[in-house]
């Protein structure tokens, strides 16, 4: 089956990613308001019943801020792991009880025709995952809070034909910038954020012909510019030789407005 990804929202301000065959569609984070969902959706003519859960990578606002309303508006299902939902089920979250759903770490589920795996990364949240995701012979991984590429997390990274992977900043733009100290140390550590070099480094080690679609994600709206995040990109793979034969399609996940749609053809 043909499976259809478009990036809703990317970045330190909200998350949302869907993804879809022809009958059903999930999301993974919901980072953005439920309006804003909807809408998106809409323009692309998927319609909120479509949607069968949404999966939830942690606790960070910029990946929860519409559950609450999807949950209780649309009852859509919404999934992670036991540890998650106990930072994220607050007094004051008002989640519909009916949609919570507990899913163990690295045992595949299947939800929407989809066989789903969360696996865990580094980054300072309560517990954070990733998602691998498969259908047929199509593997899609999203990893986009991590501080670095955890032995555990690295094996679904290199699978994916598909890969979101966050990069956050751009080092200069970060030292130079006017974060303070404990925060700048706090996205730069092994439990932060990403930066663009991290990525590129680890992109040109695991590069190869099955892995058809990179997104780079998560940028910085403070520390980072797409041009920044390419250019790096660029550069690392010329310095370690590697000549992007065409086989790659490379694209930086905008902010706030929706990525063309990437469809994977079984
Ligand atoms: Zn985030
Ligand atoms: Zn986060």
């Known amino acids: 089956m043909n499976v259809n990804f478009c990036s809703l929202s990317s970045g330190s301000s909200g998350n949302c990613y869907y993804l879809g065959n022809e009958f059903h569609g999930i999301l993974i984070d919901a980072g953005i308001s439920a309006t804003s969902i909807r809408k998106f959706l809409k323009d692309m003519d998927i319609t909120m019943q479509t949607i069968m859960g949404v999966l939830i990578t942690h606790n960070h606002i910029d990946h929860i801020r519409g559950l609450e309303i999807l949950t209780r508006k649309n009852s859509i299902p919404a999934f992670t792991t036991h540890k998650i939902w106990e930072s994220i089920l607050t007094p004051q979250r008002k989640i519909s009880r009916d949609c919570i759903r507990e899913i163990p770490l690295q045992q595949k589920f299947h939800l929407a025709g989809f066989d789903i795996e969360a696996f865990p990364v580094c980054h300072d949240a309560p517990e954070t995952v990733g998602f691998h995701i498969c259908s047929g012979e199509k593997k899609i991984t999203i990893a986009t809070d991590l501080g670095h590429i955890c032995q555990t997390a690295a094996p679904y990274i290199k699978e994916a034909n598909l890969l979101v992977i966050e990069s956050n900043y751009d080092e200069q733009m970060l030292v130079n910038g006017s974060y303070p100290h404990y925060l700048k140390a706090r996205i730069h550590s092994d439990h932060g954020h990403l930066g663009n ?22 940028l910085s709206k403070n520390n980072n510019t797409p041009e920044k995040a390419l250019q790096t990109l660029h550069q690392t793979f010329s310095e370690k030789g590697i000549n992007l034969n065409g086989q790659q399609i490379i694209s930086i996940l905008n902010r706030h407005i929706p990525s063309e749609i990437i469809r994977l053809v079984e």
Do not use: E, K, M, P
């Not at 480094?201 to 190869?208: E, K, R, T, W």
């Open 197 to 218: 070099h991290q990525t590129s480094v680890f992109l040109a080690d695991i590069i190869n012909d099955s892995l058809s679609h990179i997104c780079l994600a998560h």
